[in-house]
């Protein structure tokens, strides 16, 4: 089955602690991105990557940190510095040619102890 | 002004009926535009887009797209439980990267 897969689905964390969070997709896109969605909210662009080896902030990037070093993969970590990680973390992919449309994972509920 | 709004409060609408949802941006130069529907705990899933002035449907669901308004609406026509969810506006946005900017939502109720 072709998507984009997401780890774990719900995450605890203590306060100080860096967690990361897992997105692997394997349907050969270049582009993925990483959003927070807190309640009633909608999605905040953390970071994103339109190609290996580089990425770029988004709206609200600091206290995170990503890595891009292969075409599926594209890992979030929180670090400690992120003071309100509590949310729900989407990764979505898309293909930079082509069809014009951005897929989601199942999301990552991230709860700070 | 944000990006992308959606200030319409939670929608309830009988079975049958017909849902009405609007968004507004901001970006004059944004060509692509998107709806996703979000049920509760779950990932947003792409239901329509549109690139065109004018009227795009698809079973249920018309999207209506004005660039000189800079509006974009969702209509959904005989409105069933199962439509019960979130629904995000997104539009992608002018100058090469490539992002998305998201409203915040617009949550419909569809009572039987």
């Known amino acids: 089955d072709g998507g984009i897969t997401q780890s774990p689905k719900y995450l605890f964390r203590k306060e100080g602690q860096n967690v990361t969070l897992s997105c692997e997709q394997n349907?050969?896109?270049?582009?993925m991105y990483w959003y927070r969605q807190d309640p009633g909210q909608g999605l905040r662009l953390i970071y994103y990557?339109?190609?290996?080896?580089?990425?770029q902030k988004g709206d609200i990037a600091e206290g995170y940190s990503v890595s891009r070093e292969k075409k599926e993969s594209f890992p979030l970590t929180v670090t400690s510095a992120q003071k309100n990680p509590t949310a729900f973390y989407l990764c979505?992919?898309?293909?930079?040619?082509?069809?014009?449309?951005?897929?989601f994972g199942p999301g990552t509920r991230l709860t700070v102890l | 002004q944000k990006e992308v709004e959606q200030n319409s409060g939670p929608l309830s609408v009988p079975e049958g009926a017909i849902a009405s949802l609007n968004c507004t941006y901001s970006?004059?130069?944004?060509?692509?535009f998107f709806w996703y529907r979000q049920y509760s705990g779950k990932s947003p899933e792409l239901i329509m887009s549109?690139?065109?002035?004018g009227d795009k449907e698809d079973g249920r669901f018309t999207a209506q797209l004005n660039k000189a308004s800079q509006y974009v609406s969702l209509l959904i026509r005989d409105s069933q439980p199962s439509d019960s969810a979130t629904y995000l506006c997104?539009?992608?946005?002018?100058?090469?990267?490539?992002?998305?900017?998201f409203g915040k939502g617009n949550q419909v109720v569809v009572i039987p």
């Open positions: 990557s339109q190609i290996v080896n580089d990425f």
């Open positions: 979505a992919s898309r293909e930079l040619s082509g069809e014009d449309t951005q897929y």
């Open positions: 549109i690139y065109s002035n």
């Open positions: 970006d004059r130069g944004s060509q692509s």
């Open positions: 349907l050969n896109h270049d582009a």
């Open positions: 997104a539009v992608r946005l002018s100058g090469g990267n490539n992002r998305l900017a």
